[in-house]
Nanobody
């Protein structure tokens, strides 16, 4: 499966942004999906995950209550709604697919998409 993330950009602190990740070459509904991010000089980190059906979502404390992940399997697309953005959210955001379950560990991801840059100014 090939993944492509969209929707990044430059926003101000407190603004909202919605990222999308579209899949091709496969049916998204068979994958658990996740979003990761990587800031300059830092390791890639998990920011959101969603089960194959969309029933369960997972977030680290750093984004819980501000970020919401969803999916539309009919459109082969997942989304990341980011509210109340902070400068520390600045990073390249990547979507990820796993064949069975959500993983919070970058090394455990089966498929990576190309990232999209989110820049939050103070």
């Amino acid at each position: 499966v090939q993944l492509q993330a969209f929707g990044g950009g430059l926003v101000r602190a407190g603004d909202s942004l919605r990222l999308s990740c579209a899949a091709s070459g496969g049916t998204l509904g068979v994958y658990a999906m996740g979003w990761f991010r990587q800031a300059p000089g830092k390791e890639r980190e998990f920011v959101a995950g969603i089960s194959r059906s969309g029933t369960n979502t997972y977030y680290p404390d750093s984004v819980k209550g501000r970020f919401t992940m969803s999916r539309d399997n009919a459109k082969n697309t997942v989304y990341l709604q980011m509210n109340s953005l902070k400068p520390e959210d600045t990073a390249v955001y990547y979507c990820a697919a796993n064949r069975f379950t959500v993983t919070v560990i970058p090394n455990g991801v089966d498929y990576w998409g190309k990232g999209t840059l989110v820049t939050v100014s103070s």
